[in-house]
């Protein structure tokens, strides 16, 4: 059981926004920065959003990241048929002393 | 271009030993805290194990304390997971993480493409 928790699915239609949701505790999300990750299976992760709202270079503004208190959101606008992926959210758990996981939501664009 | 390459998996025997590897290209190594994260098929991720710029800070999941051991060589740009005692619940993909700087809590910027460890009898 992952100690962040993701929806298992998400879905759209192309041009949709989808939001992907993250909740934690005050142990790791209430108290350090949120990341999400983008992964086709067998490929690697990719970083997409660090430190719960920054988009590294070369991430396209359509995708957003948000934080309040113990839960986080990743926003997909404009949906295209290649965002179909595994996204998952992690951050450092204070208590556990370790980088903590959610399950990961696998969006599909319908 | 940040490349990690994994290497080592394979298919072994429960109570058996695996050592991963992993080639690092594009940055300069000891400039970055590295970790392994495995996924068993179909499900989430699990942090395992991290170590600093230069090793001499390690740490790991409880899952594995006591039988995995990270390592690092950073003349030959390489990071290492020694696995020991192997249990069914390790079999997973195994990926190499780079950290975004030098100490283990810094977060997790780039990824490699996994190996799969498989322990069966």
């Known amino acids: 059981q992952s100690v962040l928790t993701q929806p298992p699915s998400a879905s759209g239609t192309p041009g949709q926004r989808v939001t992907i949701s993250c909740s934690g505790n005050?142990?790791?999300?209430?108290?350090?920065?949120l990341y999400w990750y983008h992964h086709l299976p067998g490929t690697a992760p990719k970083l997409l959003i660090r430190?719960?709202?920054q988009r590294p270079s070369g991430v396209p503004d359509r995708f957003s990241g948000s934080k309040s208190g113990t839960s986080a959101s990743l926003a997909i606008s404009g949906l295209r048929s290649e965002d179909e992926a595994d996204y998952f959210c992690a951050t450092w758990d204070d208590s556990l002393s370790r980088w903590v996981f959610g399950g990961g939501t696998k969006l599909t664009v319908l | 271009e940040v490349q990690l390459v994994e290497s080592g998996g394979g298919v072994i025997r429960p109570g058996g030993s695996l050592r991963l590897s992993c080639a690092v290209s594009g940055f300069t190594f000891d400039d970055f805290a590295m970790n392994w994260v495995r996924q068993v098929p179909g499900k989430g991720l699990e942090w395992v194990s991290g170590i600093n710029w230069n090793g001499d800070d390690t740490a790991y999941a409880d899952s594995v304390k006591g039988r995995f051991a990270i390592s690092r060589d950073n003349a030959k740009n390489s990071l290492f997971l020694q696995m020991d005692s192997l249990r069914d619940e390790d079999t997973a993909f195994y990926f190499c993480?780079?950290?975004?700087?030098?100490?283990?809590?810094?977060?997790?910027?780039?990824w490699g493409q996994g190996t799969l460890v498989t322990v069966s009898s």
């Open positions: 005050s142990s790791n999300i209430g108290r350090n920065f």
């Open positions: 430190r719960n709202n």
């Open positions: 993480v780079r950290g975004s700087s030098i100490g283990i809590r810094n977060f997790l910027d780039y």
